[in-house]
């Protein structure tokens, strides 16, 4: 077997099942799914062309081929590890968040209890376009429906309202922001265009009603946080929905991402209840 052919998180993963001597210790061991690595299994065997494994109801036994790949992996492991394990390799883990603006906010004010005691780089990615988790864009995604790709997991966080806040409620200027989202698409059916200022940004929307020049359409979790706004409508029924949050159904399973994902879920389960 020439070890350039073959990615070596397939290998350590046959190490893991090979040493375990089933899926379910491995997985344990790994982070990955007892499912995942069964798949992982066959696609190995397929690309060698032998079989690697007896596959018994007790556990994996390792075929006379499997003992050889065994045994050549090690020797691989033996070279590939010390350098894993170099100064230039022990950076934390990334994981990154995917979210609209509003959420970044939330999160990034409470980005201490985000990381805990955890070793962990975060990296925020905010932005009203949906990034595709299923291609591993972002580890952690909020969403306003639940996951529908396959491949996805998801878990309902709560409810998200929207009203119109200024700091006086006689200011008919609107703050109109140009993005493609439910809220942009109300205010533009609810206003004038020479009634308008308009912006690229959310957060410059939310500075232009913090400054009382203008008011702007804002989730209540953000609205009811700004000392200087009031509420100048009833909730916006039209722009009420579910919030989720959703992730790699095999990457959720990563201590990194399982612990971030807690904690988000916690911070922004709050955020909803005071909105």
């Not at 780089?121 to 639940?146: C, D, T, Y």
């Not at 940004?201 to 008011?215: E, T, V, W």
């Not at 609205?223 to 200087?228: E, H, I, L, V």
């Amino acid at each position: 077997m020439n070890e350039c052919d073959f990615d070596w998180d397939n290998l350590r993963l046959f190490l893991a099942v090979a040493r375990a001597g089933g899926l379910g210790r491995a997985a344990e061991r790994t982070g990955k799914s007892a499912p995942t690595l069964g798949r992982r299994m066959i696609e190995l065997e397929r690309d060698l062309g032998r079989e690697l494994f007896w596959r018994r109801p007790r556990g994996y036994d390792l075929t006379e081929d499997g003992q050889t790949l065994l045994e050549k992996v090690e020797g691989i492991e033996a070279r590939v590890v010390p350098v894993t394990e170099s100064s230039l390799a022990t950076a934390p883990p990334l994981v990154k968040i995917s979210a609209g603006t509003w959420v970044t906010r939330v999160l990034i004010s409470a980005v201490g209890n985000l990381k805990g005691s955890m070793p962990v780089r975060l990296r925020f990615i905010s932005s009203e376009s949906v990034l595709k988790i299923g291609h591993r864009e972002a580890a952690i995604g909020i969403r306003n429906h639940r996951p529908e790709e396959i491949g996805l997991a998801g878990r309902k966080i709560g409810r998200i309202r929207f009203a119109v806040y200024a700091t006086d409620p006689s200011i008919s200027t609107w703050a109109q922001v140009l993005t493609n989202t439910p809220s942009a698409h109300w205010l533009r059916d609810h206003s004038h265009a020479d009634e308008t200022i308009e912006v690229t940004a959310p957060q410059s929307a939310l500075d232009l009603a913090n400054a009382g020049l203008a008011r702007a359409v804002l989730p209540t979790f953000i609205g009811n946080a700004q000392p200087r706004l009031i509420p100048v409508s009833d909730p916006i029924e039209d722009l009420e929905h579910d919030q989720w949050l959703v992730s790699h159904h095999e990457d959720r399973f990563l201590p990194e991402v399982r612990h971030v994902m807690d904690r988000t879920y916690a911070i922004l389960t709050e955020a909803c209840k005071n909105g």
